[in-house]
């Protein structure tokens, strides 16, 4: 791609608040200096709104007011005016019902603070699940300059020698406990262990997998996705950024010249390579709907199914985020997927450059990290798309972190209506379930949870567990958290609470999965499924708040992205009539 920057100077954005003698440049300029700022500060030099999602109920972003800092010297150093702004922060480990249902707030809320506000350029401080990809898409209805930096992933965990991955041993550690191979003191124990330092998942988690796809989509330095949250050179790398933004800013360097169709098919290859989390797929459809790009399940399909997973980390492999980044980090996969000539090679990157100009010269220090293609942990890695009488519009699963022998396989199906429905029988023994058989979750899908929780990765019944058994297979419309593993069958669309396929199976239905050949269907005749279709009505419990009815009354399915319908598309960023 060829990307010519814009003339240098030129009148900014913000220079219609900020420029001029009149009354309403005065009544702007003159509130702002009540902080201390020289008058020279708004003489035309770029303002770049710092959008910060800190939060100590974001444990995850709880150290991003310090890089923020660090943001701010970046641009100041490069001529630029720093503004830190708070916006909406949803938290994976404390919001509720689910934080995917205000991923889309977030980028409304995001969007509304660029467009109404004095910003030339903006600096996406990130960090867990949900907060990368909501100001992406709040960035991408904008289109102003803008770049991510994240908060990068904490230190690794140990516990008696283990390496612990945060998420991944959770739900480990909890399946041992119901099977009677680990005590509850054991698993509080080893609580402390999980979480030691600042940062994210340091698994291959979604914050993890949302960071590298910033990087593969270019809209982060490159080597920002993999460096420890507490490591010095994260703190050069939120310099750097701000930096650059400023030059951004006077080339007009915006999403819409970074994020194109390339760039995304990339991000899904770097998604395989990585085996990176399903939330992927949700998110970089919905940032693609921003964008103004056609990407579709298809495309997943297309673009990840020959990609070999070759990042040996947790849930799929044995190492942590450290080790990757110790190990060379995203720019070596970017490399190894170029020399196989599945990457985009001249995709542009908010440095100025092609994404191959920027890994071209990456080295792999560690090969049992970043392992070679001949040794990779699944030929085919990628997100698997499934499409069949169960899944019309689609479904996925994560092969790397499934089990290979249920990736074929038939079985009886047993159904919980809703996840209230499963927790009241999972534990039970007179539950008719063996390990030979399908869990089916209804009604957790972007309507029906309401917001699509990650429950999709449900708990084995304690009287499977204690035979040994590990794995099941699992459909349902959820998600399932990055952190998590088995053969897990998600995003099923439409959804149960529309009225899809999947609202209408019973108890001891067949289930066929055949990964290979794509396809997920269950054993009933076209007119049996119709029948009970046309028999189906739809749950009539009402929204809590405000914003869940607003949400259920307009999010599309997870097959387009879970976003709302009237955001989707780029709106600029015009400014807007002064009031005053």
Known sequence: ???????????????????????????????????????????????????????????CNAHLRD??????????????????????????????????MYRNLAALA??????????????????????????????????????????????????RGERVGS?????????????????QEDFLEAEASMSRSPGSCNTMGTASTMASMAEALGMALSGNAAIPAVDSRRRVMAQM?????????????????????????????????????TNAVIHLLAIAGRVGIDLTLDDWDRCGRDVATIVNLMPSGKYLMEEFFYAGGLPVVLKRLGEAGLLNKDAMTVSGTAIWDEVKNAVNHNEDVILPVEKALTAQGGIAVLKGNLAPR???????????????????????????????KINDDALDIDETCVMVLKNCGPKGYPGMAEVGNMGLPPKVLKKGITDMIRISDARMSGTAYGTVILHTSPEAADGGPLAVIENGDMIEL???ARSIRVD????????????????????????????????RGADTGADLDFLIGCRGSPVGKDSH
């Open 1 to 59: 791609m060829t990307f010519k920057p814009a003339s240098w100077p030129r009148r900014l954005r913000s220079q219609e608040w900020f420029g001029g003698t009149g009354r309403d440049q005065i009544y702007h300029r003159g509130w702002m200096k009540n902080q201390g700022f020289p008058h020279d500060m708004f003489d035309g030099r770029p303002v770049i709104g710092i959008l910060n999602t800190w939060s100590e109920l974001t444990p």
């Open 67 to 100: 890089l923020a800092e660090r943001v701010k010297n970046g641009v100041l150093e490069a001529g630029g005016f720093p503004v830190e702004v708070p916006v909406f922060s949803a938290a994976e480990s404390s919001f509720r019902p689910t934080a995917m």
């Open 110 to 159: 995001v969007e509304e603070t660029v467009r109404g506000q004095p910003m030339d350029g903006v600096v996406l401080l990130v960090g867990c699940d949900k907060t990368t990809p909501s100001l992406l898409m709040g960035a991408a209805s904008t289109d102003l300059p803008s770049i991510v930096v994240t908060g990068g992933p904490m230190l690794n965990g140990y516990f």
């Open 167 to 183: 998420g991944t041993h959770l739900w480990k550690f909890s399946e041992a406990v119901k099977a009677g191979e680990m005590t």
């Open 241 to 277: 950024s701000g930096r650059r933004i400023v030059d951004m800013v006077k080339d007009d360097l915006k999403p819409s010249d970074v994020m194109t169709k390339q760039a995304f098919e990339n991000a899904i290859r770097a998604n395989g390579a990585i085996g990176g989390s």
């Open 394 to 424: 689609g479904a996925v699963i994560k092969p790397s972190a499934a089990s290979p022998h249920l990736l074929k396989h038939r079985g009886r199906a047993v159904v919980f209506e809703d996840i209230d429905d499963y927790k009241a």
């Open 514 to 516: 055949d990964v290979a």
């Open 524 to 555: 009933l005749s076209d007119e049996e499924l119709a029948k009970r279709l046309s028999n189906w009505k739809p749950l009539a419990d009402k929204p809590a708040s405000g914003y869940a009815w607003l949400h259920q009354s307009h999010v």
